[in-house]
């Protein structure tokens, strides 16, 4: 059975790198990044070569709580689960550990 991976900021660079390489190994793939036409056409782009039983996107901003939820729901509703999540996109906060930033920031 393949994993599922949820990847944010997956629609350039790196993290479409990322997708792309996780179908190259017949992963799912979810593609994720702020604007919704930028996830569809990566997602059609991708489909186009892998076949569209194994990607899907949606928009999700990652400094909403309430979008990281949506984007997992999502995923689980298309395949089933998440089996592993990649936290590619990247916000500006002040520089500090991971454990001393709180949940707003």
């Known amino acids: 059975m393949s994993k599922t991976v949820v990847i944010t900021g997956s629609t350039r660079g ?3 790198g990322l ?10 793939v979810v593609i994720s ?3 919704q036409p930028a996830v569809d056409q990566v997602v ?3 489909t186009a070569s ?5 990607v899907v996107g949606k ?9 990281l ?8 509703a298309q395949f089933g689960a998440v089996d592993i999540w990649i936290n590619n996109a990247g916000i500006s906060l002040p520089r500090k550990p991971v454990t001393e930033q709180s949940a707003e920031e």
Do not use: P, Y
């Not at 892998?50 to 194994?54: D, F, L, P, V």
């Not at 999700?60 to 709580?65: K, M, V, W």
């Not at 939820?69 to 689980?76: G, I, R, T, V």
């Open 50 to 54: 892998h076949g569209a039983e194994k």
């Open 69 to 76: 939820q949506a984007l997992w729901d999502f995923a689980c």
């Open 44 to 46: 059609s782009d991708l």
């Open 14 to 16: 790196i993290g479409r």
């Open 19 to 28: 997708a792309e390489n996780f179908l190259k190994q017949g992963c799912r």
């Open 33 to 35: 990044a702020t604007r």
């Open 59 to 67: 928009a999700c901003d990652i400094s909403r709580h309430e979008d």
